[in-house]
């Protein structure tokens, strides 16, 4: 598939989780006189677990045009991840990282195996995968909790499975709002909650990333049962990006910032700090 049209289709399912990503989007681009807007990154979650570990999704990235740049952990959440840097400059970098499953309770990993036994392998071959949602049958609202308890993260994907986690406005690219704090007061102005953990802005010119990130978006999701419930989906981010001593941007990540980042999804709608 061709990189734009991934964009375009991946786009929409993330605004019809993340309502708030298009009115924020909306507000930018009007601001910037309708000059379209560059996105920093793009985030996905998975598992370590047999279909869709990140070794078998890599490839969809790579036949892109992708090539992967740096490997980060997060010890705290049980992950590590990739990032993908693309020769074409204008197209998002990728973010996609991997919960290592066999570090959870017994019962968790469980339930994480048996949403794996029912992906359709053949799905896989296809780049539309990113966008496929939930390749399971609706987990019972039981264990939710029981993967809550234990991962924010595993709770999220077990529920709303493959798609964006995030997208990532570059706030580089903007003329009239040059700064974060100038990007968060019109974000706040127009009353969308920020991820506060850590700090609303996480990173700093030292470390040549600044990012911030709204709260996720809350939506009616089907579990098992033909239940519904509102939950925690996808959220907006927006990063500043700092020259590195040979005048380039900085071109990766800071996993001390992304691990905060991580919380936008959190259901507790007052984050630690
Ligand atoms: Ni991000």
């Known amino acids: 598939m061709q990189p734009d049209r991934f964009f375009q289709q991946l786009w929409q399912d993330y605004i019809a989780m993340a309502p708030q990503a298009e009115k924020i989007q909306r507000i930018f681009r009007d601001a910037e006189g309708n000059r379209p807007l560059i996105n920093d990154h793009v985030a996905f979650r998975t598992l370590n677990l047999d279909p869709i570990q990140l070794s078998a999704l890599e490839p969809h990235f790579l036949a892109m045009g992708y090539q992967r740049f740096e490997p980060y952990e997060f010890p705290e959440k049980k992950l590590h991840a990739w990032s993908y840097i693309h020769t074409d400059e204008s197209m998002p970098r990728i973010f ?11 019962e968790v990993q469980t339930i994480l ?37 234990e991962s924010e993260y595993a709770a999220w994907f077990a529920a709303l499975g493959l798609r964006p986690n995030h997208f990532t406005l570059s706030v580089n690219h903007l003329q009239q709002t ?30 040549l990333l600044e990012q911030a990130a709204t709260l996720a978006d809350r939506l009616p999701i089907e579990f098992a049962h033909h239940e519904q419930h509102e939950i925690p989906t996808c959220y907006y981010e927006f990063a500043r990006r700092y020259p590195m001593p040979n005048g380039k941007l900085y071109p990766g990540f800071v996993a001390a910032s992304a691990d905060r980042i991580f919380e936008s999804t959190n259901t507790v709608s007052n984050p630690k700090k």
Not at 96 to 106: I, K, N, R, T, Y
Not at 121 to 143: N, S, V, Y
């Open 96 to 106: 996609l990282s991997e919960l290592e499953v066999a570090a959870f309770s017994s």
């Open 113 to 149: 195996q048996q949403i794996c036994q029912q992906i359709d392998r053949r799905r896989l071959q296809q780049a539309d995968l990113f966008w496929a949602g939930r390749l399971w049958h609706p987990i019972t609202w039981e264990a939710y909790q029981t993967l809550l308890r």
């Open 178 to 207: 040059p700064t974060l704090e100038a990007v968060l007061e019109i974000v706040e102005q127009h009353h969308f909650p920020l991820n506060t953990a850590g700090g609303r802005i996480k990173g700093s010119p030292e470390v």
